[in-house]
């Protein structure tokens, strides 16, 4: 069981609690343990090293790069870290939504006692784009307060806590009574600007964009246009397009926009989670059962 | 069934599909429903002309003041609103947590891409002083992050939901390990300041401290100091003391200090929860069962 680029410890645990022995990356590892999401070309270089490996675990959720880089080949298991996340950004997305709807941006720049303002999220009507790990949990943290979630996803396999799941071609209707729109879907050509000018005329005009998963799947000229004519409630986003966000972008100035810098889940969340995910897998793989987050390279998540 | 001090519509239509007939104040009245939560002189008045109301509802969660100014008197039941405004509460106080662990004030004002941060509330001990309604829905919503709640109350009545429920004499160790203490407990004279400089030491570096009840639960000047030495994560406070905060005030200055101008409950969100209560509780007088939101006039709530 290799683990690269180098042996972390926390890694090394994993695998040792999952009943696995952590070597180099060698020729003679039957599986990969891959831990850097940033080193594109040291990935490449493992897999060419480890030749038998017949399973490589990546370390992050989204994977549209390493897609993208056509490393995903069919000769073994490639599984992603989906889902394993999802917790913290479910939470992360809560709390945009509500920061969005108690007009938190306003209260926190205030140095003076404001007027009355807010809206509860109790009851209303929400829609999910994405129906993975982050929506099963999202779903579970808005169940108490009794929003009616429409899931929108490429199959109509129902979501778990979702009042209807739609395919993608329904995507227009189920945006147009929503008081909050969250974005937890994988970027794929498909989905990249899935919102664009035409999905946010759509929206309520009262209706918040939540956005915690990736910063292309937004037309950011277009939501830019759209919360400067005051055309929807407004956007609350962890991810932007480009991203880092650079100074001086119209989005910094905007009243309805809130942003965080891509920390729904930062690595100190990450790392517990995905030394479960590592141990989990690793057990399975030995005793030869399904592996969780399996990616399907056709998809392209 | 009087309304006082004006026949609003709502009242009308809510004391009607309880069941009763609007009429206004006057001696011939059964029951007084109170409209008016700053004009306690008018409720004076209407309480002095409609002597033969053996009921008075006031609009009210929280009912110091009529306490204070000696209003209830024993010759009749007195009412409150205590629970009816329980989830819009509960929600702006989970709201307001969540804001502090992920550091939304800095977020919010930064006009540039920022360092990782933030700490998510799953599986995080927290602290709850209050065991009425709002405690209840709190409870709730933080369920499914699964968090370990102890309940802080006068009477050690287990509240549902929660991990334990001690009574007052507790509250110092309630303190010590809570990722967040949330205020939201009725104010009386023996909890006034029941958050003062030595509750606030025993806090953790990273607790933050939640308040939606009212601001005289906690010293300011004592507040003041913890967040300026940094002696405790935060505090997110939707009520103050004084109220409303006056500008200049330190607190407004503080970086880990989120201000919200008690707006938990916007007049939209209660008109209607009030409507309801109105209409359950006239129903309720009328068929002779006990009433919701009863207020104790020895214990001030």
């Given at each position: 069981?290799?683990?690269?680029?180098?042996?972390?410890?926390?890694?090394?645990?994993?695998?040792?609690?999952?009943?696995?022995?952590?070597?180099?990356?060698?020729?003679?590892?039957?599986?990969?343990?891959?831990?850097?999401?940033?080193?594109?070309?040291?990935?490449?270089?493992?897999?060419?090293?480890?030749?038998?490996?017949?399973?490589?675990q990546l370390?992050m959720a989204?994977i549209?790069?390493?897609?993208?880089?056509?490393?995903?080949?069919?000769?073994?298991t490639w599984t992603s870290a989906k889902g394993a996340?999802?917790?913290?950004?479910?939470?992360?997305?809560?709390?945009?939504?509500?920061?969005?709807?108690?007009?938190?941006?306003?209260?926190?720049?205030?140095?003076?006692?404001?007027?009355?303002?807010?809206?509860?999220?109790?009851?209303?009507?929400?829609?999910?784009?994405?129906?993975g790990g982050?929506?099963?949990?999202?779903?579970?943290?808005?169940?108490?307060?009794?929003?009616?979630?429409?899931?929108?996803?490429?199959?109509?396999?129902?979501?778990?806590?979702?009042?209807?799941?739609?395919?993608?071609?329904?995507?227009?209707?189920?945006?147009?009574?929503?008081?909050?729109?969250?974005?937890?879907?994988?970027?794929?050509?498909?989905?990249?600007?899935?919102?664009?000018?035409?999905?946010?005329?759509?929206?309520?005009?009262?209706?918040?964009?939540?956005?915690?998963?990736?910063?292309?799947?937004?037309?950011?000229?277009?939501?830019?246009?759209?919360?400067?004519?005051?055309?929807?409630?407004?956007?609350?986003?962890?991810?932007?397009?480009?991203?880092?966000?650079?100074?001086?972008?119209?989005?910094?100035?905007?009243?309805?926009?809130?942003?965080?810098?891509?920390?729904?889940?930062?690595?100190?969340?990450?790392?517990?989670?995905?030394?479960?995910r590592?141990?989990e897998n690793?057990?399975?793989?030995?005793?030869?059962?399904p592996l969780a987050g399996v990616i399907?390279?056709?998809?392209?998540y």
């Amino acid at each position: 069981m290799a683990i690269g680029p180098a042996r972390g410890e926390f890694a090394e645990q994993a695998v040792r609690a999952g009943g696995g022995q952590p070597t180099d990356v060698d020729a003679q590892a039957d599986a990969l343990v891959w831990l850097d999401p940033g080193d594109l070309a040291g990935l490449r270089r493992a897999v060419d090293t480890a030749s038998s490996a017949r399973w490589v675990q990546l370390p992050m959720a989204g994977i549209e790069r390493v897609s993208a880089d056509g490393l995903l080949d069919h000769g073994r298991t490639w599984t992603s870290a989906k889902g394993a996340y999802a917790e913290p950004v479910a939470e992360h997305a809560l709390t945009l939504a509500l920061a969005g709807l108690r007009v938190l941006r306003r209260r926190i720049t205030a140095r003076s006692w404001g007027e009355p303002a807010g809206e509860s999220l109790y009851d209303q009507p929400v829609t999910i784009l994405g129906g993975g790990g982050i929506a099963v949990k999202l779903l579970e943290l808005l169940a108490p307060l009794r929003v009616t979630a429409t899931v929108v996803r490429r199959r109509t396999e129902p979501v778990p806590g979702a009042a209807r799941t739609v395919d993608s071609s329904r995507l227009p209707e189920a945006l147009t009574d929503a008081r909050v729109v969250f974005l937890a879907l994988a970027l794929t050509p498909g989905t990249e600007h899935i919102i664009g000018a035409a999905e946010l005329a759509r929206m309520r005009s009262d209706g918040w964009l939540v956005n915690v998963a990736r910063g292309r799947h937004v037309d950011t000229d277009a939501l830019v246009a759209a919360l400067s004519r005051g055309a929807i409630g407004g956007a609350a986003l962890d991810v932007t397009d480009p991203e880092p966000l650079p100074d001086g972008h119209p989005l910094w100035a905007l009243d309805r926009c809130i942003i965080t810098p891509h920390t729904a889940d930062t690595q100190e969340m990450v790392e517990r989670l995905l030394a479960q995910r590592i141990q989990e897998n690793v057990a399975r793989f030995a005793a030869g059962e399904p592996l969780a987050g399996v990616i399907d390279p056709a998809a392209g998540y």
